[in-house]
């Protein structure tokens, strides 16, 4: 499978709602409803996690991704993700990246890849 990058950085490949989804994998959604609600207070149930990827046109999208400003912004902007941005780094991606230093990690990667092109 190829790496699908989210709009901010994440890669959206590698996100457990993700695997579940594609997978198919009851037990999988539980467990990662737990590891939310452990590590971020985020009260899901298993129902709750199924996600297609940030990029999908028509996909399933977890919570907070169907409402994303980042998201909003990127797709209205027809952009791959915000690395493409001119307009980058922004208040939205500074926000999620206090919030999600494997946004942030990935997102600056993604920066120093396009910059050697």
């Not at 994440?10 to 609600?37: G, H, M, Q, W, Y």
């Not at 998201?71 to 690395?83: A, G, I, Q, V």
Request: aromatic share 10%; proline share 2%.
């Amino acid at each position: 499978m190829s790496l699908i990058i989210g709009c901010c950085g994440l890669v959206c490949s590698n996100c457990p709602v993700f695997l579940a989804t594609i997978s198919d994998d009851d037990a999988a959604r539980a467990k990662t409803a737990e590891f939310f609600f452990k590590k971020y207070e985020f009260e899901f149930k298993a129902k709750d996690m199924n996600c297609d990827g940030c990029i999908s046109e028509n996909g399933r999208l977890i919570a907070h991704c169907n409402s994303c400003e980042i998201r909003k912004c990127c797709r209205e902007k027809r952009l791959e993700n915000c690395s493409v941005c001119k307009e980058q780094p922004c208040d939205y991606l500074f926000k999620f990246h206090e919030f999600s230093a494997d946004a942030k990690a990935s997102f600056e990667a993604l920066v120093k890849e396009r910059r050697k092109i």
